[in-house]
């Protein structure tokens, strides 16, 4: 028998929170679990600051990894299996690009990626095609097959449905996370009948679509996912926490460049901070190592460096006011000089931060991240669009809705002891 079609000898189940079991056959699989690649992402939360806000949400990547290879299996297996428009031979290769789609994150992703210019898809594919304990697994099933993962993953492969199964704008990686994430946070919404969408796709030509009478359980889903990014995943505090971890970074990556001496000196970052580094170095990386450079910096000389540290290890946050960026243009660069006038450093003080998401989108060819839509079956066999039907989903089809905020410290604003006056002023300004 051959490496891509060996099952083990008894199933193997991981006890899951959401999906109550992860069921595991293959021995592929079982392999690509137990590599130090895949068991790096324990170290790694699913939504990074977002603990600070909802203290439930410490889950990892490896959670959630694991939760999308269910969907996709449950998909190929009791869904998908003996129809004629699924190609069975693709079975595998969606089923590692469910499990590996996300191994290329870092510690804090968005925080990490933004300060060093980085970019974690680009480490997923680096992560699956080289020098790698999943490659050496991935290409004891054929020479090429490390690549078609990376490519389902890149959502450059040839087959189109294996691509939306784990890509589009219904797909495994979005009900895990949005279920995942709604658990664990604790919030109400977010919740939706995955079931019912499972029971209802179908694949077809180019894409995996949902038949007509699953529509609300779709809705439900879209609805899930449009509450979940204005209440949990763009929450104006944990962008706080975001914003502080982004400029703590930015701040040792700054005196790394001039002669300052650190007394916790930065070994694991400055590769990162003259953009030298190799794979195994960010392989390296983890969040605990992270929050110990943090904890070590909060007793730095440098008074910058110590206050962010100290402020996102005992969650001292920035406070904040709606900002409209078009309208409030010149209020900014007021607040920048009386800011400097107050002693208080702009750069790392006074950040402007935005949140846009589009909740849903047909497609618009052309047009900057065109999607592939949603399709529904209908009775007829024809296929039609989602927000042709849907009232709900057509009330908020392509429209994107922005937030702008304006993050600062009010502890350091206080109209109090030295330069009370111009503390008033700015505050004055900021709440004017
Ligand atoms: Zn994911």
Known sequence: MS????????????????????????????????????????????LGTTYLVFHGAEHSRFHHSLGVYEIVRRIVDDIFQG???????????????????????????????????????????????????????????????????SDVVAKTYANKQAVSLISSQIDADRMDYLLRDAYFTGVSYGHFDMERILRVMRPREEQVVIKYSGMHAVEDYIMSRYQMYWQVYFHP???????????????????????????????????????????????????????????????????????????????KLFQYIEFD?????????????????????????????????????????????????????????ELRELSRSSEIVEAISGKRRSDHKLYFPEDLITPDGKKKALKKQILQVLKG
């Open 325 to 381: 960026p078009a309208k409030d243009y010149r209020k900014l660069s007021e607040l920048e000089q009386l800011f400097k006038k107050a002693g208080i450093n702009p750069d790392y003080y006074l950040v402007f931060d935005s949140s846009s998401d589009l909740p849903y989108d047909f497609y618009r060819p052309g047009e900057e991240g065109e999607r592939v839509p949603i399709h529904l079956l209908m009775p007829n066999d």
């Open 83 to 149: 129809r004629p428009e699924w190609d069975e031979s693709e079975r595998l290769v969606v089923l590692c690009a469910a499990l590996l789609h996300d191994l290329g994150h870092g510690p804090f992703s968005h925080a990490f990626e933004n300060v060093f210019d980085l970019d974690h898809e680009k480490f997923t594919q680096e992560i699956l095609t080289g020098p790698t304990e999943i490659n050496t697994i991935l290409s004891k099933v054929s020479p090429h097959f490390p690549q078609d993962v």
């Open 237 to 315: 505090v944990s962008r706080s926490a975001e914003v502080i971890l982004t400029k703590a970074l930015h701040r040792a990556k700054e005196l790394s460049q001039t002669d300052y001496q650190f007394s916790f000196e930065p070994h694991h970052f400055k590769s990162f901070f003259n953009h030298s580094f190799n794979l195994e170095e960010y392989l390296a990386l983890d969040e605990g190592i992270v929050m110990t450079y943090f904890q070590a910096w909060m007793k730095e000389e440098d008074e910058i460096l110590a206050d962010l540290c100290d402020r996102f290890v005992n969650r």
């Open 3 to 46: 490496y891509a079609t060996q099952k083990m000898a008894e199933e193997k189940v991981f006890k899951d929170p959401v999906h109550r079991y992860i069921h595991i056959r293959d021995q592929v699989i079982w392999d690509l679990i137990g590599t130090k690649e895949f068991q790096r992402l324990r170290r790694i939360k699913q």
